[in-house]
């Protein structure tokens, strides 16, 4: 069973700074890994999907890696600011067009 | 852009009730899907379709159904409501299962409160 696990659960950090977001899996059988972004009390932003051929995808300051042989990806943030600040959710597609999802990583960017 | 819209935002029902629970989509996508998300345990997937009249469970199907008549609507059916029911439930849509670059859209979500 696919297993998705985010790693911080939490993260604190000034405006400005570069930061990265960890995403690991258990399967390496994947078609797509998607991050998303989720505000309070809303649904979910796709930001980003990275197909199983690709090793990255980029739009704007976000960069997504892929390293499916090892089952990790990462979200690079360049030059954080407050609007940044959001739960942002990794998942990996499997049959049928359906998603595991990680827990997520909330991100707190202070001014 | 594509557009998936929920009925409610916030619901309260009680106990026992029978409770439906509407998702629209515009962008004629093949695909949809209803999750519950709750703390601590993530998004969970209830039930999804790939086609009118046609459903399959997700991981969490127990006390839940649903219904698709019309390629734009999926419908989520809380049969006999529990207070375990009470939470946040998110539908998404995407189009069809073969192409590995389609993303998932999702609504608002529907905060759901049963009392």
């Known amino acids: 069973k696919q297993e998705v696990t985010q790693i911080p659960a939490a993260l604190s950090v000034p405006e400005g700074e570069n930061l990265v977001l960890n995403c690991s899996f258990t399967?390496?059988?994947?078609?797509?890994l998607q991050w998303f972004r989720q505000d309070p009390g809303k649904g979910l932003t796709s930001l980003l999907l990275i197909q199983s051929s690709q090793r990255e995808q980029t739009s704007g300051r976000l960069n997504a890696s892929l390293d499916k042989s090892s089952g990790r990806s990462t979200l690079y943030i360049a030059a954080s600011q407050p609007g940044d600040s959001a739960t942002y959710l990794c998942?990996?597609?499997?049959?049928?067009?359906?998603?595991?999802f990680g827990k997520g990583t909330m991100l707190l960017v202070s001014p | 852009d594509v557009k998936v819209t929920q009925s409610s935002r916030y619901l309260v029902k009680r106990t026992g009730e029978k409770v439906f629970l509407e998702c629209v989509q515009d962008m004629d996508h093949e695909n949809m899907f209803w999750y519950r998300q709750d703390p601590g345990l993530g998004l969970r997937l209830i039930y999804f379709s790939y086609d009118v009249k046609m459903k399959e469970k997700g991981d969490i199907p127990e006390g839940y159904s649903v219904s698709r008549e019309k390629k734009e609507r999926f419908s989520l059916i809380l049969e006999s409501a529990s207070t375990n029911q009470t939470s946040m439930y998110l539908c998404a849509s995407s189009l069809w299962t073969g192409a590995s670059n389609q993303p998932q859209h999702f609504g608002d979500g529907t905060r759901l409160s049963i009392l």
């Open positions: 998942a990996v597609k499997r049959g049928y067009s359906t998603l595991t």
């Open positions: 399967d390496s059988a994947i078609y797509n």
